[in-house]
């Protein structure tokens, strides 16, 4: 189970308050490195966790967890620049060509149909965009879009560094 770094703790419960009354989209923000992501993840497995702990940390036990841990869970995508995905994967692209930087139009748009299905396992649906800042301007308005026309049950987490460089309109319907 991923630990909560001891500046996080006023933030966890800060998220642990929402619980009961989630907005469509929440934005964690912060100076990079602090362990924004880490938090992020954290929070969205506590959701869809089965057994979460009394603290709302997830249980690390059930179906739910074990697939959040193996990157398979059903109600969740996370969506980061290509160039991300790489590093963390270890690949490199045989094309020569190198990976984005950006988080492209296509895949915010391609979470258009998890956004109108129904939960697998009836609870949240949760979207992590990190960073969040590195969607080009046709990708954020391809957010917002979405944003504007939230589904029940439907959970955005936008985790930055740079808010100034998120759209306002974006800003305006995130709780940070």
């Known amino acids: 189970m991923r630990e909560l770094y001891p500046w996080q703790k006023d ?3 800060s998220l642990q308050g929402l619980r009961g009354r989630l907005p469509n989209a929440l934005l964690i923000k912060g100076a990079k490195g602090i ?3 880490d938090l992020a993840q954290s929070f969205a497995q506590s959701l869809l966790c089965d057994a979460p702990l009394e603290s709302g940390m997830p249980c690390c036990q059930c179906d739910s967890c074990h697939w959040f841990e193996q990157g398979s869970h059903p109600d969740f995508r996370f969506v980061q620049s ?3 995905r790489s590093a963390e994967e270890g ?3 045989e094309t020569g060509k190198k990976p984005s930087r950006e988080i492209s139009v296509d895949q915010i748009r391609a979470l258009a ?3 109108n299905l129904s939960a697998h396992r009836g609870g949240y649906r949760i979207v992590l965009v990190n960073p969040a800042e590195s969607m080009n301007i046709n990708s954020a308005n391809a957010l917002l879009k979405t944003l504007e026309e939230p589904t029940e049950k439907l959970l955005f987490i936008l985790v930055t560094h740079k ?3 998120l759209l306002p309109t974006i800003l305006s319907r995130c709780l940070s």
């Open 11 to 13: 933030a966890w419960q």
């Open 35 to 37: 362990g924004k992501l």
């Open 113 to 115: 149909s998890f956004a």
């Open 91 to 93: 690949v490199e692209k």
């Open 163 to 165: 808010p100034q460089q």
């Open 82 to 84: 290509d160039e991300l």
